[in-house]
Nanobody, 119 residues
């Protein structure tokens, strides 16, 4: 089994920054990627960004140029640096580990971290 521990959510004003962290432990040898999804109230969960162990990244169009995903392979930790936050970025952000083979397929999910951006 894989365990994921997220941290870094909170309340910020529009234009400010936040960084989310997610540490993975357990049986992670079978996964080659980590990522972040988010779910806003009344909306479907959507992929925000994903990264493979060799550094390939994938971003949602809505966050390109503002968010940056990175991974520390030695620590099995993924980060999401979120800059120039907008009220529409308000959501619960879920870390996950999965497999990337052209498309990212999440397998295990974290508990979620609330991000609230006020206008």
């Amino acid at each position: 089994q894989v365990q994921l521990v997220e941290s870094g959510g909170g309340l910020v004003q529009a234009g400010e920054s936040l960084r989310l962290s997610c540490a993975a432990s357990g049986s992670i040898f079978s996964v080659n990627a980590m990522g972040w999804y988010r779910q806003a109230p009344g909306k479907q969960r959507e992929l925000v960004a994903a990264i493979t162990r060799d550094g390939r990244t994938n971003y949602a169009d809505s966050v390109k140029g503002r968010f940056a995903i990175s991974m520390d392979n030695a620590k099995n930790t993924v980060y999401l640096q979120m800059n120039s936050l907008k009220p529409e970025d308000t959501a619960v952000y879920y870390c996950n580990v999965g497999v990337y083979s052209g498309t990212y397929y999440p397998r295990t999910w974290g508990q979620g971290a609330q991000v609230t951006v006020s206008s």
